[in-house]
């Protein structure tokens, strides 16, 4: 068919959940251990995976019209692409990941300044260099190819690592020195792709429907008849993205109520509802929120 965007889905430790979240926007992702095209239930979408390290690489070039990648990669491979927008989320949390400058418990090296002329070892060279550089610490970078964390102190003075919740540093007896950079996972463009009207259209819909998933992630909704007469003692007590949906019922003393609340705050929150005149509460699943 004559319209057809080429996506990159990232392949590794973000590819499960990036499956699970265009599931709950509503396109189904299938994955093939056989090749790296997954098949996918629209038409006028082509599924590349693609590692998130070279992702910017294949964007930039228009291989792909566009696709998820970290920030990281992006930056690390001065990757020249469109950025539609941030997607907060990871294979552990919803938070974003940090990449620190890191050395073991005893080392004497302090500070950032205590590195000058000695060696770190990272996958992020050329952002790690640019960090150094940029602070005049004249320091060797070098590639490392897995296992960073047990480099240090016998292989280089220091390494550049990432972490989302600094467990593994700790449990290896490691202390961060310094943050290098902050990185949340990215959905980005070739910029001849979003000159296209289709394609820009398309690139639209999908990044309105994620962020809709995004947005729902850890809140529910309520519904609940409430007695006119206890309406703003309720009302008082709801919190809300917005204001409470308030309609009539066939009884005119009483209204029925629907709101959006944070997934945690419902244990509290029901019995209060309750305690203070609702009745027939619902909790319900939400899957996207569209502001």
């Known amino acids: ?3 057809m965007l080429k996506f990159g889905v990232p392949k590794g430790s973000l590819e499960n959940a990036t499956i699970e979240l265009f599931k709950k926007a509503g396109w189904t992702i299938i994955p093939s251990s056989r090749n790296y095209f997954p098949s996918i239930d629209d038409e006028e979408i082509k ?7 070279e992702m910017g690489m294949y964007v930039e070039r228009g291989t792909i019209d566009a696709g998820i990648a970290g920030k990281d990669w992006v930056l690390e491979n ?8 941030d997607l907060v989320y990871s294979k552990v949390s919803k938070r974003p990941t940090k990449w620190v400058l890191v050395v073991t418990e005893n ?5 950032i300044e205590d590195l000058k002329n000695k060696t770190i070892s990272t996958e992020l060279v ?16 070098e590639f490392s190819w897995g296992a960073t964390e047990v ?8 390494i550049v690592e990432i ?3 600094g467990s593994s540093l700790a449990a290896n007896n490691l202390v961060i020195i310094d943050e290098v950079m902050e990185s949340v996972t990215q959905f980005i463009a070739n910029k001849e792709s979003v000159k296209d009207n289709w394609k820009k259209d398309k690139l639209e819909k999908i990044n309105m429907l994620l962020q809709g998933v995004l947005e729902a992630d850890n809140k529910v909704g309520l519904m609940m008849n409430v007695e006119k007469k206890n309406l703003d003692r309720i009302l008082k007590i709801l919190p809300a993205i ?5 309609s009539s019922l066939s009884d005119a003393d009483w209204c029925a109520l629907n709101t959006i609340i944070e997934e945690h705050t419902a244990r509290d929150l029901i019995p209060l509802l309750k305690k203070n005149g609702a009745n027939g509460i619902v909790e319900y699943p939400l899957n996207k929120i569209i502001n």
């Open 151 to 158: 480099k240090v102190p016998t292989l280089a003075d220091a």
């Open 242 to 246: 917005q204001k409470p949906t308030v």
């Open 163 to 165: 972490t989302e919740t």
């Open 47 to 53: 599924c590349n995976l693609i590692r998130s390290q």
């Open 107 to 111: 080392s004497p090296i302090k500070k």
């Open 1 to 3: 068919m004559s319209n």
């Open 78 to 85: 001065d990757s020249d692409v469109e950025f539609i927008c």
């Open 126 to 141: 050329k952002f790690t260099k640019k960090y150094f550089a940029e602070r005049n610490i004249p320091v060797k970078v």
